[in-house]
């Protein structure tokens, strides 16, 4: 699950130039950082020479033990440095699920739209316990990994427009593909798990809507036939491809007149 990080400063006035050029130095290595979903440095207007930088990181683990033993963190930090006794909190906060977006001209993407990250843990973990009860699923799935559903949950997360996790932790789209070499996947099977998504989604509260439906499920079909073609015997071992990006395609969410 991503954490964001929120680092509160107190700058005095005379070095408030210095210390925005510092951090737009320093942003360069944190944007190429795997770990970093995005960030921003703000100033408060209230009170100028209060900064908060907020970076939303893939997890805490990705920050702490990936990015802090990066190169990328050692020019961060060496052009940071000078400011960190002006540190006032440096902490993790975890999403709550609570959020949403005023009027915009662009859609949201397919991650925003369906509620984040809580959203697709809770719709993997209901998944995932009726998918043991299933008489049809049950056997592909036998003696799954107890955090199977989170990462599922990470990597259709990246799939449908959010941060980059399974990527980062887990070995992006190649590593999936591994996970069906040799399964021999059915087409009883493929449009089981379908079938059951769906029925999921409806139960634990997913977007309904006939434009966010359609979009979700174009990728489920795309995603259970590649599954089913690398599960088979003779199929190819593919060690590199890239990871999918779902997108509204040509209907974007309806949003009905005021």
Not at 52 to 71: A, C, P
Not at 220 to 229: I, P, V
Request: contains cysteine; charged residues 20%.
């Amino acid at each position: 699950m991503t954490t964001v990080e929120y680092i509160r400063y107190r700058i005095p006035e005379p070095d408030r130039d210095a210390f925005t050029a510092a951090y737009r130095q320093a942003a360069v290595p944190l944007a190429a950082s795997p770990y970093c979903v995005d960030y921003e440095l703000t100033e408060s207007v209230d009170e100028p020479g209060a900064y908060i930088l907020r970076i939303r990181w893939t997890s805490v683990q990705g920050h702490l033990e990936g990015f802090r033993r990066s190169v990328e963190f050692a020019a961060f930090f060496a052009a940071i440095q000078p400011y960190v006794g002006a540190i006032e909190e440096m902490r993790h906060y975890a999403d709550t699920g609570v959020s949403g977006r005023g009027p915009q001209t662009e859609p949201p993407s397919l991650y925003e739209y369906l509620g984040g990250a809580p959203a697709l843990e809770r719709l993997t973990r209901t998944f995932y316990a009726h998918v043991a009860e299933d008489e049809i699923l049950a056997p592909v799935f036998a003696g799954m990994h107890g955090e199977h559903p989170q990462h599922v949950a990470l990597f259709l997360g990246e799939v449908f427009g959010g941060p980059p996790a399974y990527s980062a932790e887990r070995g992006g789209h190649p590593h999936m593909v591994s996970r069906h070499f040799g399964r021999a996947i059915t087409e009883q099977q493929r449009r089981r798990w379908i079938a059951l998504l769906q029925d999921t989604a409806d139960e634990v509260g997913l977007p309904d809507d006939p434009e966010f439906r359609a979009a979700f499920t174009g990728y489920l079909e795309w995603g259970t036939r590649m599954a089913k073609m690398f599960s088979a015997p003779n199929a190819p071992r593919v060690l590199q491809t890239p990871m999918p990006k779902w997108g509204w395609g040509l209907t974007p969410p309806y949003r009905p007149e005021p």
